[in-house]
């Protein structure tokens, strides 16, 4: 992927600071470089680097310093673009050259004064491309010229010969005269035109520039020739005047008592001829020859070359080196060096052999390649001892075909391999006794050369170990471990299972052996025999047990654990009981003989146990019996549980061979029922008869002989048919019917057979249903009887004539022979015309005073008859509270139908409307309709909201009558805000409005005259919402604002409109605009007058933040101003700043400022004020403050207050209201005791106080340290130039051990570093360092120039005196001085100390000498580590310090013993005895040691010496001591001993106990 350079930049590249070069100090001086610097600082850099420069820069870049590289990318890819461009430039420049050289030719031909032809011979292209001027660009453009016509064809008989043709052709090769007129252009003519370049003429005697390039270089290279000839030809001092060739004369491959030559020739490669003379080579074994001389008496001619052959004959196969003299005349001598040096042979086999494991008796058989990498040589094999060195080859006795050692056999034992052939050497090993074994042996080569190989083997007795047996005696699902006794018999118990299941577990058997061991298992059974004189268990082969072990035989892997399974498969039912045994084949023993045998031993057993019992299975239910009654042929299903209350998953069948009326079907017919669970089955039952039926099924079980017997019973019946309709219900419904003489109803519905038989079917009304009275059934149907087949289904029509009005309720049954049907209810409505009101109650809601509300009443007519109606007068006791009247007071309804009626009704008093009657007669009827109206009458209502403008919706009706308040909250100064005041007319009222600000109003705007009441459209209905017509614009203008502002009061609210009209039900918006130039909280009332009803108050409020002083540099409320970088203690840099009040008061500023610290961690500041903060500076006293004496502010720390680099002069200033003022921004790069490093990101504060103001009621105002201070950035950096420390591999931690002041009295440990000056200044500083550091030896004051690099040796020393102060003070952490004497602890310091305690693990193995087994214990020995921390200091002349933190780590020694106590137990009195212990030293630290003190109790009872007792250790090792105890007497004596070790006295105490006996049992043979 292509990456551009700038993608390469590193993050933390920036550009490079401005370089202030000095100016040229004489006025002639023509080096503008910097003017250029200054002017174009972004692109023009002092230096100039030459292109050998940046390529070596190029070259030599490195990859561990991206600024580096980059920087080098850039100046390489700027080179490459310069190149380019001149390239170009030069290209175009030899064309011009070309095209003026081709025009002044032209030119002398025709013996012009002006160039001829030079646009001609001009690339116009070329010359545009660079903006160069061309001829076409000021003179005129020729007229395109003509084609010439094309010549006559010829006939044959005209056309001329050959030779006349190159007698043409020739004559036109002359050059002729141009034409006459300017050249034209390439490419200014379309016809293709033959040019015809003039004849060279004296202008070809000036060389091209190409070619002038060429031959200039020609001729340097001849003048280089001459001068080098020249010089050589007199110069007789030089000194390589004889070569060698070849310079070495080599014999690589060769063989003792052979002779080998090979030639050299000796060149004179001087420009004279030389004498030279040779001196013989100073060993035996090189001698040479002369073969032939060029020369004669002794010279040899410059270039010529005489000959010698080299004789060689080794008389070994070693290394041979000589030299021969060649010394010339008046010449320094030459050496041509003489090797005889052969590969030397070389074998792949490693140092030592490890042959492997054996059983005892048993023989291992290992081969290993031995592979010769080097020379052809000759091997001999000799045991360790039987070679002595040094020796020839040649000399040395060939050893046996095959060595042997007692336990080792090795072949074969001498052999010869060229380079890379190989050879197994056989090794065959054959222990008599368990033990590890190791012997040497030497491989003598022929180059006499000797490598000695060890070889290791280890022999153990065949050994196995049960460890792990899943469940063990219980049924659990853990592992029951028996490594602590292995020889235990083990019972392993299977659980109870049923016959045909399985049951398994896992045994874990480990191979205590690194040797395979080739195993099988034995199942048996015990058998008892019962002898009187002895009772005895055997053990026999049982073929037939349950139990199985898988893999039952194999190989047991060297130290592996394998895993068996166990699986116990019973297939009859009883208690079985056998043995298992884990036989391991192919052991080797010895016979009484000694002969060496293999066979089969037991490694270990375990008893199997299980019982098998038989199948809990059963049937629920055991009987099927079919409830009711089932239709034949038809499927019939049920469902019966297999209970299985048996141990394990039983396997069913199920059989019907035996059923004979009944066929039935088990789903699933095959099934596993899982132990303690139950399965369903479904049942499918078809029977072909009718009546009562029996049969039986059976449930064969697996592994059981005898099936169980499922016994089923039921009963079955005919045919079904029922009445089916389209209705949900099973109903028949004839619906409203009008009674007409003669009128009949039809209806259809289906009768279906439901059963798989015909069905003789019959269907009529119930007989209990008919009325008699009028005659028989008024039903009839098209089809009254029949029969059905199967399934068939038939659709019938039923005819209903009514013979009178009324609710129609009756049963139409349809009956079946031999079989079931059923009934079906029938309905209808059989009625006379009727009229109904839908609304009795007409509820009109809120009506307003003589304000007409629509009404409308609803007639149906609930019959088929046409009906006439008439509407009457009001009737009730409040029908003189309003008006109503009618669209139509009669009118008529057709049957079926429904008419609506309008009415208009007016309210006439403020009251509630309940007793309101308008009744409704109907013509030709006894029956009369009525309704009632009610009404609440009420009169004007408004109400005043103040909603958010973005939460506003004027369409909606107010629903919430808090009290209105326009409250603009928390704004920013300066900036317009506005308020939404809505005036809601609940009412149908129209009316007039008028508004009023009391104190802080602005200027008003123009409102239009508001329309009059009458003027006003009527509105009729319910939806009478609607908007203001006038809504002002916001004014955003600043000369608005501004002359709002006029007045000086810091705020002004104005409200658009201020009148107007209110229309019914309508939404007025008033739009209250606000805007300030001065902080602080205002308060003000907008009075509402709306109609005749009470003014209405409404409060404004607005609290106003921010300040009106802005900085005329930034745009932004925080702005920021960049000092740049300048060198310390340079003088104060100057800024001006424009500060801008546009608000009505003067503002005094006192100004704090802070500095950023980098990981400042407080939060927040508490700052405290006694009195005023800030008080005016005045000669005068302070006047008392308004305010609490003492105060407190919380705010946000952001920085510590600080008292440079910046500073703001004057530092208390007063801003004019509505003027500008300067104030001065200083930067001190001079200033020190900063915590940032030099960068400064620092801010100033700038706190604001009114003297002038005088808080009201309506306008409070903060001032000072309650106000929002203004806030200005500002950044620099003061450049502290400092040295780059590198250091070696280690750095600048020393790592020590205290135990080397053993042998001298102060060791120091040296280390280097290097200071480079980076910088571009010459620094002068001095460099510290507090003892135990050292500088060796101190440089004192020291000035490095620019890019000049210092290297300085710093140590530690470490001394007894230090040590002794080290281990003396019982602190884990604490300082260190030296005070010219001695090191002593100190409360502070530049040396810190630290201590820590390291704990070393330590793991010794202890064989038990009975049992052989072989255990590890750890051992945990206290580690004393000292952390020596200070610091280097570079010092500089301004009074910077540069501090370099050292470390040095000490190690004290540390010892242990093994045991830390003995005890002789009872010993023979006067018999010396003795044991040994191990003094260990665990640590990489030497170590001195003696015991110091030693406390013997009861000394006449018997004595204890240790021996030796004083010593030293290297590192990581250990000593034996012998501890000798001699019985005085009987008693007991006991003695205690005290190791001390140095440095550091650490103290081992040691006890011994002992006791003597006269007894001779303890006695012990010497």
């Known amino acids: ?37 200054e002017v174009f600082s972004d692109l023009h850099y002092g230096h100039v680097l030459d292109n050998d420069t940046i390529d070596n820069l190029y070259i030599s870049r490195t990859n561990g310093d991206d600024f580096h590289d980059y920087y080098v990318d850039l100046l390489k890819q700027i080179k490459n673009e310069r190149d380019e461009r001149l390239g170009d430039l030069i290209n175009v420049e030899k064309h011009m050259m070309s095209a003026y050289s081709l025009a002044a030719s032209q030119t002398s031909t025709l013996n012009s004064d002006t160039l001829q032809g030079f646009d001609h011979y001009l690339d116009t292209d070329l010359m545009e491309q660079f903006n160069l001027l061309t001829p076409g660009s000021y003179l005129p453009v020729a007229p395109p010229a003509l084609k010439e016509p094309a010549p006559p064809t010829l006939p044959n008989y005209m056309r001329g010969t050959k030779v006349a043709a190159e007698k043409e052709k020739a004559k ?111 060993t035996k074994f090189f001698t040479y020859t002369k073969v032939a001389d060029p020369g004669t008496n002794g010279n040899v001619a410059p270039g010529l070359a005489v000959e010698y052959k080299i004789t060689f004959m080794p008389n070994s196969l070693g290394l041979f080196n000589d030299t021969i003299q060649v010394t010339p005349q008046g010449g320094t001598p030459m050496f041509i060096p003489l090797v005889g040096c052969r590969t030397p042979p070389s074998l792949t086999l490693p140092r030592e052999l490890d042959v492997g494991h054996c059983l005892v008796y048993g023989t291992l058989k290992t081969s290993f390649v031995c592979k010769n990498v080097g020379g052809e040589g000759r091997f001999y094999l000799f045991p360790e001892g039987k070679l002595e060195t040094p020796f020839l080859f040649d000399d040395l006795v060939p050893p046996p075909p095959e060595l042997s050692n007692g336990h080792f056999n090795i072949s074969p034992t001498s052999f010869s391999l060229s380079h890379n052939e190989e050879i197994n050497i056989n090794i065959e090993f054959y222990p008599k006794v368990e033990d590890d074994f190791k012997t040497n042996i030497l491989i003598a080569a022929s180059d006499c050369t000797v490598k000695e190989i060890k070889l290791t083997a280890m022999s153990e007795w065949c050994k196995v170990q049960l460890l792990a047996i899943s469940g063990g005696v219980d049924n659990v699902d853990y592992d029951i471990r028996y490594e602590d006794d292995p020889n235990k018999e083990i019972l392993v118990k299977f659980p109870d299972q049923n016959p045909g299941t399985v049951e398994q577990k896992l045994i874990i ?64 039912i009883g208690v079985y009981n056998n043995v298992s045994r884990f036989m391991i084949n192919h052991v080797p023993s010895e016979t009484l003989c000694g002969e060496v045998t293999y066979g089969s031993i037991e490694g270990t057993r375990f008893s199997l146990t299980h019982t098998t019992k038989p199948y809990q299975l059963s049937l629920v239910p055991p009987v099927l019996m079919i409830p009711g009654v089932s239709v034949a042929r038809n499927t019939v299903t049920k469902s019966v549980k297999i209970v299985n209350d048996s141990i394990a998953n039983v396997a069913v069948t199920w059989r019907f061979e035996r059923c004979r009326s009944l066929k039935v079907n088990m789903r699933p017919h095959e099934l596993v029922v899982e132990a303690g669970l139950s399965r369903a089955v479904e049942v499918d039952i078809v029977s ?34 029922t009445i089916y309709t389209d209705n949900i219900n099973p109903v028949l419904d004839f619906g409203y019917i009008r009674f007409v003489q003669g009128i009949t109803v039809q209806r259809q519905f289906d009768i279906i057979n439901h059963d798989c038989v015909s069905a003789s079917w019959s269907i009529a009304e119930i007989p209990s249903c008919i009325n008699t009275e009028y005659g028989g059934s008024e039903f009839e149907f098209s089809l009254a009887s029949g029969v059905l087949e199967p399934f068939e289904v038939k659709q019938l029509h039923v005819s209903f004539s009514p013979k009178y009005p009324r609710s129609v309720q009756t049963y139409l049954e349809c009956n079946v022979k031999n079989g079931s049907g059923n009934k079906i209810r029938v309905v209808g409505e059989v009625q006379e015309p009727k009229l109904a009101l839908k609304n ?41 509270f309003g008006t109503i009247e009618f669209d139509g007071d009669c009118g008529k309804i057709y049957a079926g139908m429904s008419t609506t009626v309008e009415f208009t009704f007016s309210g006439t008093e403020i009251t509630t409307i309940q007793d309101y009657i308008v009744a409704i007669d109907i013509e030709d009827s006894e029956e009369r309709l009525a309704f009632q109206i009610t009404a609440r009458v009420a009169g004007l209502t408004v109400i005043h909201e103040t909603p958010q403008p973005d939460q506003m919706v004027p369409e909606t009706r107010a629903e919430k009558y808090e009290k209105p308040v326009l409250d603009f909250g928390d704004v920013e100064i300066l900036t317009p805000n506005k308020r939404v005041l809505k005036i809601i007319n609940n009412t149908a009222i129209p009316t007039q409005f008028n508004l009023e600000i009391v104190n802080f109003n602005g200027v008003q705007v123009d409102t239009p005259a508001p329309l009059s009441t009458d003027e006003q459209p009527m509105k009729t209905g319910t939806a009478l919402l609607s908007r203001t017509p006038y809504l002002p614009t916001t004014k955003t203008t600043p000369h608005y604002w501004e002359n709002q502002l006029k007045t000086d009061k810091g705020v002004c609210f ?49 609290n106003v933040q921010g300040s009106p002083i802005n900085f005329k540099l930034s745009n932004s409320l925080t702005p920021i101003i960049r000092f740049g970088n300048y060198p310390l203690n340079e003088p104060e840099i100057p800024r001006t700043l424009h500060i801008t009040n546009k608000g009505p008061q003067d503002i005094r500023l006192d100004w704090v400022t802070y500095n950023r610290i980098p990981e400042d961690k407080c939060l927040i500041d508490l700052d405290f004020f006694v009195g005023d903060a800030f008080p005016l500076a005045t000669s005068g006293p302070s006047p008392a403050p308004d305010k609490d004496l003492i105060r407190v502010k919380i705010r946000e720390h952001n920085g510590e207050k600080s008292d440079g680099p910046f500073r703001f002069d004057p530092v208390q200033c007063v801003i004019p209201a509505r003027n500008t003022s300067k104030i001065k921004l200083w930067f001190n790069p001079g200033y020190v005791g900063h915590k940032t490093g030099g960068v400064f990101d620092s801010y100033a504060m700038a706190y604001q106080s009114l003297d002038k103001n005088i808080n009201t009621e309506s306008c409070q105002r903060d001032s000072a340290e309650d106000v929002d201070p203004l806030v200005i950035n500002m950044t620099g950096k003061i450049q502290i130039p400092e040295v780059t420390v590198t250091t070696e591999a280690h750095g600048f931690n020393f790592k020590l051990v205290a135990g080397i002041i053993n042998s001298v009295n102060e060791h120091v440990k040296i280390h280097r570093m290097s200071l480079l000056n980076e910088s571009k200044l010459n620094l002068v500083y001095d460099i510290r ?15 490095l120039k620019p890019r000049i690099k210092q290297k300085v040796e710093h140590g530690f020393q470490l001394s007894e005196d230090l040590l002794s102060c080290l281990v003396g003070v019982k602190k884990q952490h604490f300082y260190l001085a030296h005070n010219g004497k001695e090191y002593q602890e100190v409360d502070e310091g530049k040396i810190e100390v630290s201590v820590e305690e390291n704990m070393l693990i330590r793991t010794h193995e202890q064989k038990d000498k009975r049992s052989g087994e072989i255990s590890t214990h750890d051992v945990e020995v206290p ?36 045991p830390s106590s003995i005890d002789f137990g009872e010993c023979f009195v006067g018999q010396e005895m003795t044991k040994a212990i191990r003094l260990i030293n665990p640590t990489n630290a030497p170590v001195a040691w003696t015991i110091e003190q030693e406390q013997h109790f009861n000394p006449d009872n018997g004595t204890f010496t240790l021996s030796p007792t004083s010593g030293q250790f290297p590192v990581t090792s250990d000593v034996i001591i012998t501890v000798t105890f001699v019985a005085r007497d009987v008693d007991e004596t006991r003695a205690e001993f005290l190791f001390v070790a140095r440095p550091g006295n650490r103290r081992l105490p040691f006890a011994v106990v002992g006791t003597g006996s006269h007894d001779e049992k303890m006695k012990r043979l010497i």
């Open 1 to 37: 992927m292509d990456h551009t350079l700038a993608d390469r930049r590193p993050e933390n590249c920036s550009r490079e600071p401005t370089m202030k070069l000095p100016r040229p100090s004489s006025p002639r001086n023509q080096d503008v470089s910097s003017v250029l610097s």
């Open 172 to 282: 036109l090769l002359k050059p002729l005269p141009p034409r006459s007129g300017k050249p034209k252009k390439h490419g200014a003519t379309t016809g293709a035109r033959e040019i015809r370049f003039p004849a060279k003429a004296a202008w070809t005697k000036t060389l091209t520039p190409d070619k002038r390039d060429i031959e200039m270089k020609k001729l340097e290279m001849l003048q280089a020739t001459s001068k080098f000839l020249k010089a050589k030809r007199f110069d007789a001092t030089e000194d390589s005047v004889f070569i060698a060739i070849p310079d070495v004369v080599e014999f690589l491959d060769y063989v003792p008592g052979e002779v080998y030559e090979q030639r050299v020739k000796i060149k004179n490669v001087s420009t004279v001829s030389k004498q030279m003379q040779l001196l013989p080579p100073s």
């Open 509 to 572: 058997i480990r191979n205590c052996v690194k040797v395979p061991l080739h195993y099988n298992w034995e199942m048996c059974k015990e058998i008892s025999e019962n002898d009187e004189e002895k009772k005895e268990i055997l053990l026999k082969e049982d073929a037939h047990s349950p139990f199985s072990i898988e893999p039952d035989n194999g190989i047991l892997n060297p130290n592996a654990e394998v895993t068996f399974t166990v699986s116990c498969a019973p297939k009859n």
């Open 688 to 721: 072909n008869k009718v009546g009562d039926i029996e049969d039986t099924v059976y449930l064969h079980v697996s592994h059981v002989d005898k099936p169980m017997p499922f016994f089923i019973k039921g009963s079955f019946r005919g045919p079904k048919v």
């Open 840 to 880: 009795s109650v007409l509820d009109l809601g809120l009506v307003y005073l003589n304000t007409p509300v629509r009404g409308k009443i609803e007639i149906e007519s609930l019959n088929f008859v046409d009906c006439i109606y008439n509407i009457r007068s009001p009737e009730g006791s409040d029908k003189t």
């Open 1054 to 1102: 104005v409200a658009s409109p201020m009148s107007g009209f209110l229309p019914a039900h309508g939404v007025t918006i008033v739009t209250v605009q606000a805007n300030s130039d001065m902080w602080g909280r205002y308060e003000d009332v907008l009075i509402s007058r709306v109609g005749e009803l009470d003014p209405v108050h409404i409060p404004i409020k607005m």
């Open 1329 to 1343: 360092t507090e003892k135990p550091f050292l500088l060796c030896p101190a440089p004192g004051k020291t000035m």
């Open 1423 to 1458: 580690e004393l580590r000292f952390y020596i921390h200070g610091n280097i200091d570079i010092v500089y002349n301004n009074g910077h310090v540069q501090n370099i933190p050292v470390t040095s780590r000490i190690v004290f020694p540390t010892l242990y013993i093994l």
